[in-house]
């Protein structure tokens, strides 16, 4: 089966960008996250094992995740669309195993682009409606729309955390990308923009592959 990957880091617009995708150019998008928490949900045998790790809080191994995915792709019919997977080196290696790869986009976004993004985000203590202070400010600043609670800065969105969660995503997938350089299948994306604007250019460069 022919496959698609899209990268990006965190803050990127890469879920947006998958989803947009998927919708308009009718690809099968495959959110390994989903798909686990989907068959933990339904008790699935791959749904039990790994359920036992994520019980234990460990991470779910490569080869349990590359069987979900195997199994999920056996019975569909179409160009797969890779949401957040592979994300290192092995995962990718693991998935030439199962699929073609014709194309790895990667998203970029500069990393002051990011932060200002992900640090202007307020949550709702109360409900858990998200805000964001440039794109979709609340009406009256500090206060929940939907419910009044007061918004505040999740720990996970302060600044130097998001650095520490930048640093760790480029660690992990610069081999990655230099995989799929060499094999030359690598798409870059300059990934800042409208979404629309960012949509035209990923269908562009892949009018050529697919
Ligand atoms: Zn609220």
Known sequence: MIALVLLGPPGSGKGTQAAKLAKELRFIHISTGDMLREAIRQGTPIGLKAKNYVDRGELVPDKLVIELIREKIANTDGVLLFDGYPRNLAQAKMLDDIVIVKAAINLHVDENKILERLT???????????????????????KCDKCGGELYQRSDDTESVVRQRLSVYK??????????????????INGDGTIEEVFERIREKLGDVI
């Not at 998200?130 to 009256?140: G, K």
């Not at 660690?171 to 870059?188: D, H, M, S």
């Open 120 to 142: 202007k985000r307020r949550t709702c203590k109360r409900c858990g409606a998200v805000y964001n202070l440039e794109t979709n400010p609340p009406a009256i600043p500090g």
């Open 171 to 188: 660690e992990a997938t610069l081999p990655l990308i230099e995989y799929y350089r060499n094999k030359g299948v690598l798409i870059e």
